[in-house]
C-alpha cells in the first residue's frame, strides 16, 4: 500500500521537483549480511564517500542478515521507492537467481540498478590451527581428513558459499565437507580464527588485515592468475594454477534501490556513486584491502544491470553442475 502510495505520488512530481527534494531524510544502506564484514565493510566507505555528493545527506547502514542475503534484498525490493532505502550486495545478486527457486523478488525486474562499486578477489584461507601451510598440503589434509573438516560460509547463495560450492567440484572430492553457515563472513572469521572452523573462502576486504596479523593462514586466490602486484596477495598461488581448471571467481558489489524509485532520484544516486568512485580516498581505502573500484561501462545503471543478466546465465550453469538447489 505504501510503495503504491509512494508510486502514485512519483507520477505526479516533476523531474526537478524529485532531484531537488532528493534526499530529504536520512538514507539507509542495507547490508544483507553481519556488521564487520566485507560487504559491510564496501558499504560503511561508500556511506562516507557519497555523504559529500548528496550534499552532506545522513547515510546509515543497517544490517538485516540471514538466508544468504535474500532477506536484506527482499526488504529493499519491498521498500518505499524514493531512493531513501538502497541495497548494497554483491554476486549474491545473481548466484541467488538460480540457488533458490522461490525468492520473493527478481533480480532483474524489482530494483532499479545504480551502479557496480568494485571487484574483489577470494581467497581460500584456513585456521592458524591447521597442519598445512601451502595450498598443497591444504588439499592433502582435506583429502586425508574426509568428513573430519568444516568449511564457514554466509548462507547459501553467498560469496563464500559459492567459492566453497565451486571449490569443492573443482577438487573432485570424493566426500564433501561440513558446511557452517553464518550470518555473514564477518562472523565466521572470528570462529576461523578461533578454530572452530577449518576453512573458509572469502573476499580479500576481510581476510587482508587478519593474514597480515598472522591471525589465519592463506593458501590461493580464486583469480585466474596469480595477484602479482599485490604486495600481501602475490605469495599465494591462483587455484587454477594449483590444478583446478579454469577456476576463476571475483566478487562483485553493485548498489540498487526499489523498482520504481524516480529517475531523478536514481540519477543523482548514479552521480553520487560515481563520483564516490572517483574519490582517492574511497580508492585507496578499498585498494588497500585489494578490492578494484569499478571504472567501466558497469558504473552505468544500463551497464550494471546487462552485467548482471550475464552473470545470471554464467552462474546458472556452474550451480545447476554443482547440482544445489537452497530450496
Ligand atoms: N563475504 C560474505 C559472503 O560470503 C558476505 C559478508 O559477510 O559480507 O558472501
Known sequence: MKKMFALALAATLSTAAWSQAFPSKTVTLIVPFAAGGPTDLVARHLAEAMRGPLGNAT?????????????????????????????????????????????????????????IINDVPMVVVGAPRLPATTYRDLENHIRANAGRLNLAHAGLGSASHLCGLMWQ???????????????????????????????????????????????????????????????????????????????????????????????????????ALQAALRNPEFIKRQEALGAVVARDRRITPAGHKAFVAGEITKLRSVIEAAGQFAD
Open 59 to 115: 547515510i546509515v547502514v543497517e544490517n538485516a542478515a540471514g538466508a544468504g542475503g535474500t532477506i536484506g534484498a527482499t526488504r529493499v525490493a519491498r521498500a518505499t521507492p524514493d531512493g531513501h532505502t538502497l541495497l548494497v550486495w554483491h554476486i549474491g545478486m545473481a548466484a541467488t537467481a538460480s540457488l533458490y527457486r522461490n525468492l520473493q523478488f527478481k533480480a532483474l525486474e524489482d530494483f532499479e540498478y545504480l551502479g
Open 169 to 271: 567440484s573443482a577438487m573432485r572430492l570424493n566426500q564433501s565437507i561440513t558446511t557452517i553457515a553464518y550470518r555473514g563472513t564477518g562472523p565466521a572469521m572470528n570462529d576461523l580464527i578461533g578454530g572452530q572452523v577449518d576453512v573458509m573462502c572469502d573476499q580479500t576486504t576481510n581476510v587482508m588485515p587478519q593474514i597480515e596479523a598472522g591471525r589465519i593462514k592463506a593458501f590461493a586466490v580464486t583469480t585466474a592468475s596469480p595477484l602479482s602486484t599485490h604486495p600481501v596477495l602475490r605469495h599465494y598461488p591462483s587455484l587454477q594454477e594449483m590444478g583446478l581448471t579454469g577456476f576463476n571467481l571475483t566478487v562483485w558489489h553493485g548498489l540498487y534501490a526499489p523498482k520504481g524509485t524516480p529517475t531523478a532520484v536514481t540519477k543523482r544516486l548514479n552521480d
